[in-house]
């Protein structure tokens, strides 16, 4: 999984998307599949779906977002699945690992993801919704995609067609240029930051995600 905030809406139907690592309760990183003790400590990895893999569902977070399932983690948090407790509307929630709870550096970049994204309000930039706390740690609230990374695209189908090629381009550049127009540098643009959402027509549409290094630019005036 990557590092960044993973918004993936599964059908009911589907597994494709569904955890397809183990993950090591102690260490809380991730490995394929095959492995069965974390190589780091000797831990007996826990096996995708396993109830401990989701310590916070069923959990409120602000009193409105109740967890339901875990979508995927990266270096810097778990993803997961909320529901709103009064609307029906679905989110999806970054939160970050316990053991970067208390570093100081690891939260100050949490919280200029969240700065970053708020700052920008565009189509093909990923929505923040809201701000909470969980267990003391702070929680990302985001729109909610369907779709999947164009990382995991490229890995699929390899090159791609030269017109969609040049949509995804174009779309990223709107996003990027909205980012910039309020005072927001990425600093981190990769296919595993580019999210292509699933349309009812079929067609192509970007979501820039991971603000998590991005810079935020302040614009001097002379007095």
Request: net charge negative; proline share 6%; with cysteine.
């Amino acid at each position: 999984m990557s590092a960044a905030v993973i918004h993936v809406e599964l059908p009911p139907d589907s597994t494709a998307q569904a955890p397809t690592k183990r993950r090591c309760p102690t260490c809380d990183v991730y490995y394929p599949i095959d492995f069965v003790v974390c190589p780091k400590d000797a831990t007996s990895l826990e096996a995708p779906g396993d109830p401990q893999e989701d310590p916070l569902t069923g959990e409120v977070l602000g009193g409105s977002y109740r967890i339901t399932r875990l979508l995927g983690a990266g270096g810097m948090g778990r993803v997961y699945e909320a529901e709103h407790v009064r609307v029906p509307r679905r989110y999806a929630v970054k939160v970050m690992h316990d053991q970067l709870a208390s570093d100081a550096h690891a939260v100050a970049r949490f919280e200029r993801e969240a700065q970053a994204v708020a700052r920008i309000s565009h189509d093909h930039v990923i929505t923040i919704v809201d701000v909470v706390r969980a267990r003391g740690r702070a929680c990302i609230i985001t729109e909610l995609l369907q779709g999947e990374e164009l990382g995991d695209l490229l890995d699929r189908v390899g090159t791609l067609p030269l017109s969609q090629a040049i949509t995804i381009c174009r779309q990223v550049c709107r996003g990027l240029a909205a980012a910039h127009a309020a005072q927001v540098v990425h600093r981190d643009l990769k296919p595993s930051n580019l999210f292509l959402v699933e349309r009812e027509d079929g067609a192509v549409h970007v979501k820039i995600l991971d603000f998590g290094i991005a810079k935020l630019c302040l614009l001097y005036t002379s007095p």
